[in-house]
């Protein structure tokens, strides 16, 4: 393909562009939330729950009242006063914007003081009480599932799912949902296998922890507001706030700068609903910026446990896979019952089997609310199932990549949706990996007290469906391109990448080319930046939009009788007889889709697939238990690369933000549901002195024949692997097999002490 | 009760009204308008909130702001904007993603390269281990650090001045 003429010589895609923000970010001066001050500004801090669950007798907000300074303190009901129903979330209307009636979890919030002074606000914050006569509460799972401890009295799912309808009104249960899957006959096949093999895994809350913790701002007139806000999802905000207040959208304006990372925390509303209505109630700007500490109760990563069960024949062949998958969802649904589907139906792993059930239960526990983080539920079945797969290898005597082999979902093939897996380079994922770590050569297994093993693991993802992307691009007078979207740069690196496709299409350089962030004013709907779902669906439609755009640019030369390779400030200059004027361009991309029958079962389940595998060596101290990462491989299929350097970037980011969570990151929970380690003093994240020894990442040779330009999304497929590969290769230094994350020093002398 | 403080931010003598308990970081923000430094932790731990006083490293959401008086404070802002070998490097080597603690890694890495100028991957590692980055640009930021020290090389000590 011809891919530049005219301003550029080289392609746009496929270069390593520098980030169009560069200078901003080095320089301290990107646009975060952050750093909003707005006149007359109120700050706004909150006052949460001690218990874990509870109903509320009583608040006492007088002494914070009488602080100097304090402008108002609002509780539950003062927003029942404004909103009589205050409950919002993306599948289940069930968040109140402050508590109402009862608390759910330690840190729920349950009043606010505003001041104009920061400091007054959190004194004030800080002599508010409140009386709860305590509920029995659940915390586990699967204890959830049978639990006498209800979370919520009535189920409420908002209405936009269909799969969670079934669900309205129903009482006594904290089930949010129950996805089933069958294909072929499971328990049958399983009788029949020549060996069953059945392991538990479980997987530990942790949190997203970005750096610019959540913050939101709002203001308002009589009849219109403006919320700037860190969030992942400005139109979803727009939508769900105009919603509550029974507005039209257009008098709701949602504004996004750059994000301080994301990772699925800043999804959907967080603190967008609460600082909407404080500023209705006191006509002044309100903003509500968290500390890092308030972020652990604000939103999480699932903790999961999965049984996983495998029917095996003589040929080593998995016949049979029943996965049952427990999600525990906190005390709110948020995203959850998305992840428990979604995720869900992914629970056999790249295999091809033919006869599979899957149960996958979103279930309410009185902990903070779980959402989607870097991976949407993904990196916990991964876990499970290439857990499982090296024990079932090794009880076979099958070295681990040949029995993967054996088993491989390959192109062609329907997966246990019974969609067809198509541009999936599964194959090619598993062989470079074990090619990387030279499998098949002999290994120093170490010596004395330090043992070393190696592991392998393969997991893939279905990018989520049925959403959809709009965008429009400008072509300016003088040649130069605007591009408005709503999705949001977190760092990921959105903005140069889709600056990048529409410089490709327009046949203009890359840095030609600006980016308009999110203004629900300004920029069209997009489902959401998460997902992995951007370059996809944004970057489809950016491609449509300049392809219109350059259709138009077109239809005016031929108009003005110019030849083709008219440069187009000329085309401008023709037409109007001066600089004037601009091209618009507009693509809304929705790719098919069929859903789910009773059964799970679709012929297209996904717009594409992601494949990620890492392989690891580690070093086990035998004498301490603590495992050292010598050696990490991702290996990955991103389609064909927008910008090859910014994938590798988000390949190594991915897994060493996984390697926290495999290696150390966990949330402590006392038995009153209190949290003990929220802050980075006792919740360590990954830092410089936890790099592996030695890190390459590589993307296969690919192409996404659906994507744009052949690309498809890469910000969550480095985590798929890292985990379970560390476990087998702890197994394979040490012969013990941890089943529960994180991969602590302690459990894995423990488990050696066994 | 506020004071004031007087000292000299990025090579400019200034003064400012400060309350006993405000940061570091909180007058930058409020009186200056300067949002490089960042708090994040608000505990000292990630490094996003650091600013050099008297060329020395300090946690800006910890350090008081009234201890300032009489000191040369310098901040990413220094320089009017205009790219420093680090800074430069860091964009050459990608080694920014969300770039909130970009500010913290770049102020860091002048003063590392201040002390030691031909760094080794350890001596990287282990000066900078007090900056996070959940983006976990590190491999990044190492092969940034290692080129800065190169440019600096090349081109002679090209440090922002304190005092203009």
């Not at chain 1, 909407?276 to 006509?283: A, K």
Request: hydrophobic share 40%.
């Amino acid at each position: 393909m011809k891919r530049a003429t005219q301003a550029t010589e080289t392609p746009q895609v496929g270069r390593s562009v520098p980030r169009l923000e560069s200078w901003l970010k080095v320089t301290g001066r990107a646009e975060y939330v952050h750093n909003l001050r707005l006149p007359g500004m109120l700050y706004g801090k909150i006052f949460r729950s001690s218990v874990a669950h509870g109903r509320i007798k009583s608040i006492d907000t007088s002494a914070a009242r009488a602080v100097g300074g304090v402008h108002r303190v609002v509780t539950g009901e003062d927003v029942r006063a404004l909103v009589p129903e205050p409950y919002y979330g993306p599948a289940f209307h069930d968040q109140p914007v402050l508590a109402l009636d009862k608390v759910r979890y330690v840190g729920e919030p349950v009043a606010v003081v505003l001041a104009s002074d920061p400091h007054v606000a959190e004194e004030a914050a800080a002599l508010i009480t409140a009386q709860y006569e305590e509920l029995p509460a659940v915390y586990d799972e699967v204890e959830a599932v049978t639990s006498k401890a209800i979370v919520h009295d009535t189920l409420r799912p908002a209405g936009t799912f269909p799969d969670l309808k079934h669900l309205k009104g129903v009482k006594n249960t904290n089930v949010a949902l129950d996805f089933r899957l069958r294909r072929g006959d499971a328990a049958g096949a399983m009788a029949k296998a020549h060996r069953v093999f059945e392991h538990r895994f479980r997987t530990q809350q942790v949190m997203h922890t970005p750096l610019e913790p959540l913050v939101s701002a709002a203001e308002c007139t009589e009849s219109s507001l403006t919320i700037h806000t860190a969030s992942q999802s400005p139109s979803f905000v727009r939508i769900e706030i105009a919603r509550l207040l029974g507005w039209p959208e257009n008098r709701v304006r949602v504004r996004v700068p750059f994000l301080g990372g994301g990772f699925g925390a800043k999804l959907y509303i967080k603190l967008e609903a609460l600082v909407s209505v404080l500023s209705l109630m006191t006509r002044r700007p309100v903003k509500i910026s968290l500390s890092m500490e308030e972020q652990f109760f604000t939103i999480t990563k699932h903790a999961s446990t999965f049984r996983i069960k495998s029917g095996v024949d003589r040929d080593g062949r998995v016949v049979a896979r029943e996965c049952e998958v427990w999600w525990n969802g906190g005390a709110y649904a948020d995203i959850g019952p998305r992840v428990t589907q979604k995720s869900g139906f992914t629970a056999p792993g790249p295999y091809d089997v033919q006869d599979v059930a899957i149960d996958s239960y979103a279930l309410y526990t009185n902990l903070p609310p779980a959402g989607a983080l870097r991976g949407f539920g993904i990196p916990q079945l991964v876990w499970a199932y290439e857990g499982h797969t090296d024990m079932v290898a090794r009880e076979l005597g099958i070295d681990p990549v040949e029995f993967r082999r054996r088993n491989l979902l390959r192109e062609g093939r329907p997966q246990a949706t019974g969609t067809v897996i198509k541009d999936a380079a599964i194959e090619k994922v598993l062989e470079r990996t074990a090619s990387l770590l030279d499998w098949d050569k002999p290994f120093d297994r170490g010596a004395g007290t330090i043992r070393r093993g190696r592991g392998i693991a393969l997991g893939f993802k279905a990018c989520i469906a049925n959403t959809t992307s709009l965008a429009a691009v400008n072509v300016n007078a003088d040649g130069s391109c605007t591009v408005y979207i709503s999705t949001v740069d977190m760092g990921q690196g959105s903005d140069t990448a889709m600056a990048q496709i529409a410089a490709e299409v327009l046949q203009i350089a890359t840095e030609q080319v600006t980016v308009v962030h999110s203004d629900t004013d300004v920029t069209p709907f997009d489902m959401a930046t998460l997902g992995s779902r951007s370059l996809f669906h944004t970057g489809n439609a950016v491609k449509l939009a300049a392809q219109d755009a350059l259709k138009k640019l077109n239809e005016l030369k031929g108009e003005l009788k110019l030849p083709a390779d008219t440069p187009i400030p000329d085309v401008f200059r023709k037409k109007y007889g001066m600089r004037a004027g601009s091209v618009m361009g507009v693509g809304n991309f929705i790719p098919p889709y069929t859903p789910p029958d009773a059964n799970g079962q679709t012929d297209n389940a996904t717009p594409f697939w992601m494949v990620g595998a890492s392989g690891v060596e580690v070093e086990v101290d035998t004498e301490t238990g603590r495992v050292r990462v010598t050696r990490l491989v991702n290996v990955a299929d991103v389609g064909t690369p927008v910008n090859p350097r910014i994938v590798e970037t988000q390949l190594s980011g991915a897994s060493i933000m996984q390697l926290g969570f495999t290696l150390f990151e966990k949330m402590l929970f006392d038995e009153q549901g209190q949290l003990r380690n929220a802050s980075l003093a006792e919740y360590k994240i990954p830092g410089f002195l936890d790099l592996p020894g030695e890190l390459v990442n590589e993307a296969v040779v690919s192409e996404q024949s659906t994507g744009p330009f052949g690309a498809k999304g890469v910000g969550e497929t480095g985590t798929f692997g890292v985990s379970p590969a560390i476990a087998n290769a702890i197994h394979d230094a040490v012969g013990v097999r941890l089943t529960e994350l994180p991969l602590s020093a302690e459990a894995v002398f423990d488990a050696m002490q066994k | 009760m506020r004071k004031p403080v007087a000292f000299t931010l990025n090579g400019e003598r200034v003064e400012a009204q400060v309350a006993p308990h405000e940061t570091l970081v909180e007058v930058l923000r409020e009186s200056f308008g300067l949002f490089g430094a960042r708090e994040s932790c608000g505990q000292g731990l990630c490094g996003c909130c650091t600013v050099l006083v008297n060329g020395t490293a300090v946690s800006g959401c910890l350090y008081l702001a009234s201890l300032c008086q009489g000191a040369e404070v310098r901040t990413v802002e220094e320089g009017g904007g205009e790219l420093d070998a680090v800074q430069q490097a860091f964009i050459e080597r990608s080694a920014f993603q969300c770039g909130f603690c970009t500010p913290g890694f770049v102020l860091m890495t002048r003063q590392l390269l201040d002390e030691i100028a031909d760094p080794s991957d350890d001596d990287i590692r282990h000066y900078l281990s007090g900056n996070l980055c959940r983006c976990a640009t590190y491999p990044e930021i190492l092969e940034a650090v290692k080129l800065a020290a190169k440019k600096r090389k090349e081109k002679g000590s090209e440090q922002f001045s304190g005092n203009k």
